[in-house]
């Protein structure tokens, strides 16, 4: 009976967090007659969730039992708030084998083991976003079993800081092991492409998305491979690869082909890219200074001052 109390007291709790009121699941914590970890947890999540940092760490630090789940929602809490001495403080702290013995008893040993991959991929994440790449791969290196969230999380950055080969190298190692990449993964390894300017493999890794995993490419693989083939002067397929888009390009990708353009000095392409781009944002001054610096190298006076007329 007391644990169908706590399961039930624990469920209204959760509905006022769902629902965003705090007053009330705090009202039901404090007059609950006996409390579990979930409840603790459910109460300490909700407070993450909205970024009161300051109030969930209180609650944890009075927690009499913590268990794997406490850990992970305080330290990803800090790690996306970019607090990176709390986040490894804690996960420094967290006592590993008690936790794992604890909840291998409710959930089974593979649970833990994606619970704890996701701790150290926050850590990741977290410690390359703030300069610290080393201390990154040294803590991907210590994941016993490594799923997709962790290697994106070393891929991303490795490719933050610069390190496009090494991040194409890791994502070739994580299919080779097995793991399926998903359209966010294979973002992260066409931006690393682009970065790198290489056009060939840019192209295996779009066509093995569609082909292979049956990945509809979305408007960010599109931008990546638009952005890689400017890089590389190749702006006419560029250019016919945004018009074979299912749906209408956004202005930015357009903007970043104009901008090649001007880069490569290719000025009839560049008028008709920025006839796409007046359409979509004719209030746009920026559009039509880029038209006109372009017009300015190739020292067509005439079509500048054309454009000064149209944009004034």
């Not at 624990?10 to 009202?27: C, H, M, P, Q, S």
């Amino acid at each position: 009976m007391g644990e169908r109390n706590v399961v039930s007291w624990t469920a209204l709790l959760v509905a006022y967090i769902n629902i965003g009121d705090f007053v009330e699941a705090k009202r039901v914590f404090d007059v609950m007659p006996e409390s579990n970890v979930a409840t603790w947890n459910s109460l300490i999540g909700g407070l993450v969730k909205i970024g009161d940092l300051r109030n969930a760490r209180k609650l944890f630090d009075e927690m009499r039992e913590r268990d794997v789940v406490s850990y992970t929602t305080m330290i990803d809490g800090y790690a996306k708030a970019g607090d990176m001495a709390s986040a490894r403080f804690l996960f420094e702290q967290a006592p590993e084998r008690d936790v794992v013995a604890w909840t291998a008893l409710i959930s089974g040993r593979s649970e833990i083991d994606v619970r704890q991959s996701h701790v150290m991929a926050a850590l990741i994440d977290m410690n390359a976003k703030c300069g610290n790449v080393d201390r990154a791969a040294k803590l991907f290196e210590e994941i016993p079993k490594r799923d997709l969230i962790s290697y994106c999380s070393m891929i991303q950055g490795l490719v933050i800081h610069g390190q496009d080969a090494q991040a194409i190298e890791l994502f070739n190692k994580m299919i080779s092991e097995g793991l399926i990449p998903d359209e966010v993964a294979f973002t992260i390894v066409l931006n690393a492409c682009s970065r790198a300017g290489l056009v060939e493999e840019g192209w295996h890794y779009f066509e093995t998305m569609k082909n292979e995993y049956s990945i509809v490419p979305t408007p960010d693989h599109y931008a990546c491979m638009i952005d890689l083939l400017s890089r590389k002067g190749r702006l006419k397929v560029a250019y016919e690869l945004l018009k074979s888009m299912p749906v209408e390009p956004h202005a930015g990708a357009w903007g970043a082909l104009l901008g090649a353009c001007k880069l490569h000095s290719d000025v009839e392409l560049g008028k008709e890219v920025a006839a796409r781009l007046f359409e979509l944002e004719p209030l746009n001054a920026g559009n039509y200074v880029l038209l006109s610096n372009i017009y300015a190298a190739a020292e067509q006076w005439l079509d500048v001052s054309l454009i000064a007329t149209v944009a004034m």
